[in-house]
């Protein structure tokens, strides 16, 4: 059974640019997560999805940031306009049911230069 | 609101003697309490789980947690390091319903020959 999957692993960014991260769930896995983790600190909680709703958005940063996980493909967590402040780890978690384990990917690391 | 609170920020520890991280926890409720470890530069993986079935919980890699309502603590304990122990820790809990998780601060453990 493949994991969570993430890519890229690794995106480096200009300001200003925009910044796509993928995230692959588990096979049977219909909700996502996305958390974000800052040097030094602990995973935030970002937005947490189902196929084509968004049911929790509330740590998201309310401008630049967006998400969305289509009925057919991966989750996508979109950063426009980048700046240095956003980069980060972000990091994809995925489970069967909002109680159930959540399993994580390996993390994209956005470095904004 | 539920929160976690990680009593030390770094743990240092001789290889072959016990291990103890600190997690206390705030809950409304009775909470979902885990701890997930993080390799330099990886993902998270899940350690152990505590979900009111037992107290005491046994996880991967040797490592327990036992859940204390009196005290508001979930500790993580192992008898023995081993070098490949080091890494940091969180130590995390469930925002029930929504299950978003809302992680502590983590602690870093070392490990020395």
């Known amino acids: 059974n493949a994991g969570v999957m993430q890519n890229p692993r690794h995106l480096v960014r200009r300001r200003g640019q925009e910044a796509r991260l993928r995230c692959s769930p588990m096979?049977?896995?219909?909700?996502v997560y996305w958390y974000r983790q800052l040097p030094e600190e602990g995973l935030k909680f970002m937005v947490y999805?189902?196929?084509?709703?968004?049911?929790?958005e509330s740590g998201m940063p309310k401008e630049r940031f967006s998400a969305e996980f289509p009925k057919e493909g991966p989750s996508i967590l979109r950063i426009q306009q980048v700046v240095r402040g956003d980069s980060a780890a972000y990091f994809c978690?995925?489970?069967?049911?909002?109680?159930?384990?959540?399993?994580f990917g390996p993390g994209t690391r956005l470095t904004v230069l | 609101a539920q929160s976690v609170t990680q009593l030390d920020s770094h743990v240092s520890v001789s290889e072959g003697t016990p291990v103890l991280l600190r997690c206390n926890y705030s809950?409304?409720?009775?909470?979902?309490l885990f701890w997930y470890v993080q390799h330099p530069n990886k993902g998270l993986q899940l350690l152990l789980k505590?979900?009111?079935?037992?107290?005491l919980v046994k996880g991967i890699n040797g490592f327990e947690a036992e859940f204390k309502k009196s005290e508001t603590s979930f500790h993580l304990t192992k008898p023995s390091a081993h070098m490949s122990d080091a890494a940091e820790y969180f130590c995390?809990?469930?925002?029930?319903?929504?299950?978003?998780?809302?992680f502590g601060k983590g602690t870093k453990l070392s490990v020395k020959p």
């Open positions: 978690a995925s489970s069967t049911h909002p109680t159930d384990t959540q399993y």
């Open positions: 096979k049977g896995h219909s909700h």
């Open positions: 999805l189902q196929k084509e709703n968004i049911i929790d």
């Open positions: 809950s409304s409720y009775s909470p979902s």
């Open positions: 505590y979900t009111s079935a037992a107290t």
């Open positions: 995390v809990v469930s925002d029930g319903l929504r299950g978003n998780l809302i």
